[in-house]
């Protein structure tokens, strides 16, 4: 089975996905991989992201286990079994982009992108099992322990629209 972890970034994939790795589960960062095997096509220079070949990383990624996890923002756009959305509240992502140094612009476009669902309805326009995780709170053991909890059958509460940041967005306004 092969799970994507996904999300705005600044939701926790890495931490969590970190915890799974000492756990033991194979994880793949796609990000690493797509610059390992030269499928970073060019740089956004006003996003100051990578621009990924992500149909040539779909159709090279084969991952030998029975339990894998991929993280990326665009994992869910790989062939994968499961996506589990990372989610966390738009004032506590812009803080957490904000400590990283990232510029104003990028801050906002990511918040803007987590407020509005955009990867969560990315995913549900692609795979059948999608899934949704807030991480505003949890640690990245408590990350990590729902992702398994989800794929244990534990999906309650976690279901896509479960997570609404309508009354932060409309506090804007």
Known sequence: MLVAVTGTPGTGKSSACDVLARR????????????????VTGRDELRETDEIDV?????????????AFVKSHYSHRMDVDVAIVLRCRPSVLRTRLETRGWEAAKVRENV?????????????????????VDTTEATPQETAQAILG???????????????????VLSWY
């Open 150 to 168: 989800i794929l244990q059958g534990k999906t309650t509460g976690h279901e896509p629209g479960t997570v609404d940041w309508t009354s932060e």
């Open 112 to 132: 803007e992108a987590e407020a509005i669902d955009a990867i969560l309805q990315e995913a549900v326009q692609h795979l059948r099992s999608v899934y949704e």
């Open 24 to 39: 033991g589960y194979p994880v793949v960062d796609l990000d690493e991989l797509a610059r390992k095997e030269g499928l």
């Open 55 to 67: 149909d040539a990383l779909r159709e090279g990624l084969h991952v030998p286990a029975k339990v």
